[in-house]
């Protein structure tokens, strides 16, 4: 099993749409989750980081986390052709000092 | 500005060629990474540096060194690269243990 899951898409949702990306983690006792932005050929970008359960929004971005179900996602709202990108979860694994494991990534497409 | 640089931006080698690609950060970050992607894996962990003079081994060091001298640099060398290394490489810096990492521009390193 790995240690960082996400469906690979491509997610297609036309503009306008909420956008929901999903990941689930192995490491029961992570602590810290992010969501990076990752165009073709650049450097990932960090979106949103997530410390505690519940919600947390930042613009049109939210980002959800159930540390019983072992499960983080990302929320995208009004959804425009220029967020169409690969959408990577990484976690903080408690077992590691300073290692983040990322996940192969969820191809977002925006269809205007 | 804050921000990770490496260099070269592109490398295109031959078999066997020493070769250094060399990453500074200027935010004063005491981590600092070394990450390979490729198509349907996602970024893996090379090698990692808590602090100067404090290396250690991430998913995929095989092939690879580096060196944490000082603070701001973080070099990866490949001795004798092979064609397997072709890949897109990424230094990543952090204040610290479950804080964002920042990316740098990438490398994109071909192996002929």
Redesign the interface.
Known sequence: QKEVEQN?GPLSVPEGAIASLNCTYSDRGS??F?WYRQYS??????IM?I?SNGDKEDGRFTAQLNKASQYVSLLIRDSQPSDSATY?C?V?MMDS????I????TRLLVRP | EAQVTQNPRYLITVTGKKLTVTCSQNMNHEYMSWYRQDPGLGLRQIYYSMNVEVTDKGDVPEGYKVSRKEKRNFPLILESPSPNQTSLYFCASSPGQGYEQFFGPGTRLTVL
């Open positions: 690979s602590q810290s992010f050929g650049k450097s990932p970008e960090l980081f410390y990577l990484a903080n000092s300073y290692k983040l990322f996940g192969s990534g």
